[in-house]
């Protein structure tokens, strides 16, 4: 059974950098057809896609959010990460990371999730 | 930007019938931006409900079934159950992007 489980500081300063970790247990970020995905929920508003890592490296952004968005892996620890620029209090929400099966004809998104993480930009 | 659209609210009575609709600013909705639906209840994270139009994961109801309508994606509910109260969110592919509708509140009434 995969799992996934955000990690991070609940609180960031406005203007510095968001960091979240996506620890996966269960099955290997490196392998097969997966993307691994962020989305984040403001609080009482609707879900936004943030971007995705493929098993490969590969990356996709939103393009609103392109310019201060990374998306990376780390392997070794089956971890995906998220960093965020520049924050402001709009970027407080709440962080999910899921995954999305692309090992059939079709892609398969956010067949796993993680709890969510609440991320709040405040001074 | 492209834009998804979701009716912002339905109601439904228990064991009818309720069509959620899921419109993009481009154009029409076709089988080639995979439309995929989503149920998120209060404090929960988002269930995945159908994917690519009308593929049901194992743990999805019978009830549910997603389609093509009228240019729009369409997810709907036959025989509503109390518990399907919920907020329901689409999800449309844009080559390598990925974009969401606002969202459908549905009440069970």
């Known amino acids: 059974q995969v799992q996934l489980q955000e990690s991070g500081p609940g609180l960031v300063k406005p203007s510095q950098t968001l960091s979240l970790t996506c620890t996966v247990s269960?099955?290997?970020?490196?392998?097969?057809?997966?993307?691994w995905n962020w989305i984040r929920q403001p609080a009482g508003k609707g879900l936004e896609w943030i971007g995705r890592?493929?098993?490969?490296?590969?990356?996709n952004y939103n393009p609103s959010l392109k310019s201060r968005v990374t998306i990376s892996a780390d392997t070794s620890k089956n971890q995906f990460s998220l960093k965020l620029t520049s924050v402001t209090a709009a970027d407080t929400a709440v962080y999910y990371c899921?995954?999305?099966?692309?090992?059939?004809?079709?892609?398969?998104?956010?067949?796993?999730w993680g709890q969510g993480t609440l991320v709040t930009v405040s001074s | 930007q492209t834009v998804v659209t979701q009716e912002p609210s339905l109601t439904v009575s228990p064991g009818g019938t309720v069509t959620l609709t899921c419109a993009s600013s481009t154009g029409a909705v076709t089988s080639g931006y995979y439309p995929n639906w989503f149920q998120q209840k209060p404090g929960q994270a988002p269930r995945a409900l159908i994917y690519?139009?009308?593929n049901k994961y194992s743990w999805t109801p019978a009830r549910f079934s997603g389609s093509l309508l009228g240019g729009k994606a369409a997810l709907t509910l036959s025989g509503v159950q109390p518990e399907d109260e919920a907020e329901y969110y689409c999800?449309?592919?844009?080559?390598?992007?990925?974009?969401f509708g606002g969202g459908t509140k549905l009440t069970v009434l």
């Open positions: 269960g099955g290997s970020i490196s392998s097969g057809s997966y993307y």
């Open positions: 999800l449309v592919y844009y080559g390598g992007a990925q974009v």
């Open positions: 890592i493929y098993t490969s490296g590969s990356t």
């Open positions: 690519s139009t009308t």
């Open positions: 899921a995954r999305e099966d692309c090992t059939g004809s079709t892609c398969s998104p956010g067949d796993y």
